[in-house]
Nanobody
């Protein structure tokens, strides 16, 4: 099982970035997927989550209305579109597969750095 994130970088406040997470080694379409982030000196936090078929999503209050999670099950990829970025969105963003409910644990990607700064 592997998760590989792409798309991080440096962006000015108010700008946009689109993160991608390419999944392999499991049946992607069967499982919900999530994006987390970790800012310097802070704990990792859930940003957004999407159900297996993409019909339902969850967002942290801090990103609601600015970020959109989506997935393409034909491409085994989950996305995070981030608009109206703020300096407090800075951090390492991780893709996550959580299968603890069926005893298979949690898999993390390697993370991608997002820096929002002028």
């Amino acid at each position: 099982v592997q998760l590989v994130e792409f798309g991080g970088g440096l962006v000015q406040p108010g700008g946009s970035l689109r993160l991608s997470c390419a999944a392999s080694g499991f049946t992607f379409s069967r499982y919900p997927m999530s994006w987390y982030r970790q800012a310097p000196g802070k704990e990792r936090e859930l940003v957004a989550r999407i159900t297996s078929a993409g019909g339902s999503t969850y967002y942290a209050d801090s990103v609601k209305g600015r970020f959109t999670i989506s997935r393409d099950n034909a491409k085994n990829t989950v996305y995070l579109q981030m608009n109206s970025l703020k300096p407090e969105d800075t951090g390492v963003y991780y893709c996550c597969l959580d299968r603890r409910d069926i005893g298979l644990g949690v898999v993390w990607g390697q993370g991608t750095q997002v820096t929002v700064s002028s």
